[in-house]
């Protein structure tokens, strides 16, 4: 009896332990514009948050962000330079938000669940949504915004809503460095390609280097070069809104003969105003039927062009769903250039890289290494920035 009592209690630490699995959590920005309001000039933004999944709800979750003490002043919380309410996943009498000058030009906010029990807390989801809304009177309008995080600090310091457990890893990257003279951030399309993936479709990635008040992307698509009458393939694929470089896919399932095809883009803003871009074309050739399909792995692709100036593709492919983070190093170690994103199907997917570092300086040319991370899988490989 005393061995089977004995056995029991080993296996309780071990049941407990198994039983936590620690989810990641991800800070961005989006819907960054520039507002006036009684002869008074300001800059907005949503600091959005998501994790690994929507398994978790969150009690203590703190940012720390930096600013341009030039456009913005220092000690914008002392000044009284910054408002912060809460966002759609703070309810009201549920969060309390707490907001500090955590140096001269950087600024705290936290948010902390009062409520006993975990019932009321919000679920942490996992696509970006709004935790707080900032914003910041503009002391000078021939500046930038120079918004980023402090990601080291903010590590350790994300709670679910137990109280105890940690969010890891703590992902906050994203920055905001848009011109403060008015108006909101365009949509900047950096390119627009088609190609065929291991299905045999057609695959359409573009990327985008910043996006404010912009709803979502459509595809329409002909047989000739002719957008009047091509047609709309009746999906709408939502905008991420932020400055930070974004890739999109659409693959198209629907084609079933061969030919070439000529693709569109449309950005849709929220007014009901709409861009196009394209076309592009693409020639989708027949294969066999009966040919087993290629599986898709997780593997980091080789940078095309390289070497490269001024700027490359790095392509990948996802086996599952997964969150991704792709970091460029050079070759002292030191981390130059950071992209996130969030695939919500498998696929083959690119990022392109223009050859400047999170503060948009242009980088020297030399030896670069690029890292994938998406889920447990890990890749590094090597590239070279020409003269």
């Given at each position: 009896m005393k061995r089977f009592i004995f056995l029991i209690l080993a296996l309780i630490p071990t049941m407990v332990l198994a039983q936590f699995v620690p989810i990641g959590i991800y800070f961005t920005f989006a819907n960054a514009e520039v507002t006036q309001s009684e002869g008074e000039s300001y800059y907005e933004f949503d600091v959005m948050i998501h994790g690994d999944n929507d398994s978790t709800k969150f009690a203590e979750l703190q940012a720390l962000i930096w600013y341009n003490s030039d456009a913005f002043g220092e000690s914008i919380k002392q000044t009284g330079n910054v408002t912060?309410?809460?966002?759609?996943?703070?309810?009201?009498?549920?969060?309390?938000?707490?907001?500090?000058?955590?140096?001269?030009?950087?600024?705290?906010?936290?948010?902390?669940?009062?409520?006993?029990?975990?019932?009321?807390?919000s679920v942490l989801p996992a696509t970006p949504a709004s935790l707080f809304h900032i914003k910041i009177r503009i002391q000078d309008s021939n500046q930038t915004s120079g918004i980023s995080y402090y990601e080291p600090h903010m590590r350790n310091q994300q709670f679910y809503a137990n109280h105890w457990d940690l969010y890891n890893p703590v992902v906050a990257q994203d920055y905001l460095n848009d011109p403060l003279s008015g108006g909101t951030v365009p949509v900047v399309l950096s390119s627009f390609t088609a190609a065929i993936n291991p299905r045999g479709n057609i695959l359409l990635t573009w990327v985008t280097q910043t996006e404010s008040n912009c709803l979502g992307y459509r595809i329409f698509r002909n047989q000739e070069d002719d957008l009047a009458n091509a047609l709309d393939l009746q999906t709408l694929i939502n905008a991420t809104n932020t400055s930070q470089q974004q890739t999109y896919c659409f693959e198209d399932q629907e084609l079933q003969e061969e030919g070439e095809f000529f693709y569109w883009l449309q950005s849709v803003d929220f007014t009901g105003?709409?861009?196009?871009?394209?076309?592009?074309?693409?020639?989708?050739?027949?294969?066999?039927?009966?040919?087993?399909?290629?599986?898709?792995?997780?593997?980091?692709?080789?940078?095309?062009?390289?070497?490269?100036?001024?700027?490359?593709?790095?392509s990948y492919s996802l086996q599952h769903p997964s969150a991704v983070m792709l970091d460029i190093y050079n070759?002292?170690?030191?981390?130059?250039?950071?992209?996130?994103?969030?695939?919500?199907?498998?696929?083959?997917f690119s990022i392109v890289w223009d050859g400047k570092d999170h503060s948009g300086r242009k980088v020297p040319s030399g030896i670069y290494?690029?890292?994938?991370?998406?889920?447990?899988?890990?890749?590094?490989?090597?590239?070279?920035?020409?003269?």
């Open positions: 912060i309410t809460p966002g759609t996943l703070l309810p009201q009498y549920f969060y309390r938000i707490h907001q500090n000058d955590n140096d001269l030009n950087r600024l705290f906010v936290s948010c902390e669940y009062v409520i006993e029990g975990e019932e009321l807390a105003e709409s861009t196009f871009y394209g076309p592009i074309s693409m020639i989708l050739e027949g294969h066999e039927t009966d040919a087993p399909e290629a599986p898709l792995v997780n593997r980091l692709h080789n940078a095309y062009p390289n070497p490269f100036n001024p700027s490359t593709t790095i070759t002292r170690g030191q981390k130059v250039r950071s992209f996130t994103a969030q695939h919500y199907q498998a696929g083959l290494y690029y890292r994938l991370q998406a889920g447990s899988y890990r890749e590094t490989k090597k590239m070279v920035m020409n003269k």
